[in-house]
């Protein structure tokens, strides 16, 4: 059975990021869509992402091995899981359906963190332009997704991005950084991000925690 959902393609999603809209489920069994474009928007300054120091000793640490877009499916499961306070999901059918065609197209990204080999946590998002707008993330095991998200901000500062777009504000995402903005505010900085584009690729793959550390807390020294 179709839905109006169905209507939509990558290039329609492409477009509605473009224009600050985002699409949502109201949970994994309903086949429709939703548009959201809040009049409050959550976003990360990248100069003003905050790295505590367990953060830091966690990073330097490297107990997990930190991967990028190797396992876009495996994320997106992640971040559909059920937990405490979050029984529900919004992302269903169509919503893997589109996004994975996005990732195909190399408009997707994910960062994930692996342990023996064993997914334990990641985000993705969609970058347009010299803008990353993050989706959802999850972990399996602690500070896996804090420490996705440092190597996700320093590989956006290597790359040139200017907007790190979180659509809604969490107080777990206000402890790391992110503000809330008006809709009129956070549109001028999309509009800004839209005219420069970012290169995801400019980080190498290799780059050590000391560099990742650098880049995310804006330290001048960063090189790599």
Same mark, same amino acid.
């Given at each position: 059975?179709?839905?109006?959902?169905?209507?939509?393609?990558?290039?329609?999603?492409?477009?509605?990021?473009?224009?600050?809209?985002?699409?949502?489920?109201?949970?994994?069994?309903?086949?429709?869509?939703?548009?959201?474009?809040?009049?409050?928007?959550?976003?990360?300054?990248?100069?003003? #992402?905050?790295? %505590?120091?367990?953060?830091?000793?966690?990073?330097?640490?490297?107990? #997990?091995?930190?991967?990028?877009?190797?396992?876009?499916?495996?994320?997106?499961?992640?971040?559909?899981? %059920?937990?405490?306070?979050?029984?529900?999901?919004?992302?269903?059918?169509?919503?893997?359906?589109?996004?994975?065609?996005?990732?195909?197209?190399?408009?997707?990204?994910?960062?994930?963190?692996?342990?023996?080999?064993?997914?334990?946590?990641?985000?993705?998002?969609?970058?347009?332009?010299?803008?990353?707008?993050?989706?959802?993330?999850?972990?399996?095991?602690?500070?896996?997704?804090?420490?996705?998200?440092?190597?996700?901000?320093?590989?956006?500062?290597?790359?040139? #991005?200017?907007?790190?777009?979180?659509? #809604?504000?969490?107080?777990?995402?206000? %402890?790391?950084?992110?503000?809330?903005?008006?809709?009129?505010?956070?549109?001028?900085?999309?509009?800004?991000?839209?005219?420069?584009?970012?290169?995801?690729?400019?980080?190498?793959?290799?780059?050590?925690?000391?560099?990742?550390?650098?880049?995310?807390?804006?330290?001048?020294?960063?090189?790599?």
């Amino acid at each position: 059975m179709s839905s109006e959902s169905d209507a939509i393609t990558p290039e329609i999603l492409l477009r509605a990021y473009a224009a600050g809209l985002f699409p949502m489920a109201d949970d994994a069994d309903d086949d429709d869509l939703s548009w959201f474009d809040p009049s409050r928007r959550g976003i990360f300054p990248l100069d003003g #992402f905050c790295v %505590s120091k367990s953060l830091a000793k966690a990073i330097k640490g490297r107990g #997990f091995d930190i991967r990028v877009d190797s396992d876009f499916f495996g994320v997106l499961a992640g971040c559909a899981e %059920s937990k405490p306070g979050r029984e529900k999901t919004w992302i269903n059918r169509r919503i893997a359906e589109l996004y994975g065609a996005l990732f195909a197209q190399g408009y997707v990204h994910t960062v994930e963190a692996w342990r023996d080999d064993v997914l334990v946590g990641g985000l993705y998002g969609v970058a347009i332009g010299g803008a990353f707008c993050g989706e959802s993330m999850f972990h399996r095991a602690t500070d896996a997704s804090k420490i996705c998200l440092t190597y996700l901000v320093a590989r956006l500062k290597r790359g040139g #991005f200017s907007l790190l777009d979180t659509q #809604f504000i969490t107080p777990h995402l206000a %402890s790391l950084g992110a503000v809330e903005i008006s809709r009129a505010a956070y549109r001028r900085r999309l509009r800004a991000a839209l005219q420069a584009p970012g290169d995801f690729a400019a980080l190498a793959a290799d780059a050590p925690p000391e560099t990742i550390l650098e880049l995310a807390r804006g330290d001048a020294a960063a090189k790599w």
